[in-house]
């Protein structure tokens, strides 16, 4: 028997291949793809952390140093923020990614990603899709229904997934995964590509997160900015607005409210993440541009 699954030694294979990735980052992504669960719920506190965990923190803490006065003091600091994040992304946006089929090596500027490391999409075998119980979900107590939303694209990722946590993981093909995403939408979630640096520096999932059960929404919603927006704000078109407050219900980021029968939206907590307008029964939402927010990731 094998010591190393055939997913394992493809992500080696990968990782000899990609640019400044350290063997401490191989170790890294190879725990967090192993032990997803046990990864975020540490990371999200509502379990005791392992002696491993525990030793990838320290590390990972003496390689990304976030010190506020360090990032005052140092405009090149890298925070953990740079190294594990998610790009808001449109329904759009993440149908394409699901359905791609073909090989992909893309990388996005900062103003696109701005993060300093993770940007790249590297697609291989884009049609191998699996659909994850979400760590999250999981993780909480009374988590939102269903668990199985969370998408991982590409090799070597999903059959990593797969292989080391067949319980929670199933294939799927490209029209099951637009069923998840629109099914997701349907319930006002958000969908957000996500790049990891320990992940051979690149894209690796579509998560369709809730804010009360998304850890990186959670830690973004306090100060810690882990999500880059779509690069849309939303707009409300005060003739067509009713005051009926479902763009307010619906909104993950807190981001509007209804005053005097009519909505606003705080544009500096707005993400685009376009909810509040597929959800407006009155067609009283649109979303722009909004260049100094960044802009909106293309599949290339």
């Known amino acids: 028997m094998p010591l190393l699954k055939n997913s394992t030694r493809s992500f080696l294979s990968e990782a000899r291949k990609t640019q400044n990735y350290s063997f401490f980052d191989f170790l890294h992504g190879l725990f967090y793809m192993i032990f997803p669960y046990l990864y975020i719920g540490n990371a999200m506190g509502v379990r005791n952390p392992a002696k491993i965990f525990q030793w990838v923190t320290r590390q990972g803490r003496k390689a990304f140093p976030v010190s506020r006065s360090l990032e005052k003091g140092n405009p090149n600091a890298i925070r953990f923020a740079d190294t594990y994040h998610g790009k808001v992304v449109l329904l759009e946006t993440a149908t394409k990614l699901v359905t791609i089929n073909q090989e992909i090596t893309y990388s996005y500027p900062e103003h696109v990603i701005p993060y300093k490391l993770a940007r790249d999409i590297i697609l291989h075998n884009s049609d191998h899709i699996v659909a994850l119980d979400c760590p999250c979900r999981v993780n909480r107590e009374n988590p939102c229904k269903p668990l199985d939303v969370c998408l991982i694209i590409g090799e070597p990722f999903a059959s990593m997934v797969i292989e080391h946590n067949p319980r929670h993981a199933r294939w799927i093909n490209s029209q099951e995964a637009i069923n998840i995403l629109k ?118």
């Open 183 to 300: 099914a997701e939408e349907d319930r006002g979630h958000v969908h957000h590509a996500f790049f990891k640096q320990a992940t051979l520096n690149r894209f690796y999932a579509i998560c369709n997160c809730c804010s009360c059960c998304c850890g990186a929404m959670e830690a973004h919603l306090h100060g810690n900015p882990m999500l880059a927006s779509s690069g849309y704000i939303s707009k409300i078109d005060v003739t067509r607005c009713q005051g009926c407050g479902t763009c307010e219900t619906v909104c993950q980021f807190h981001a509007i409210k209804v005053v005097n029968d009519v909505a606003f939206v705080d544009e500096a907590a707005c993400m685009g993440c376009g909810v509040c307008a597929s959800h407006c029964p009155n067609e009283a939402v649109e979303l722009v541009l909004a260049s100094q927010r960044g802009m909106p990731m293309e599949i290339p």
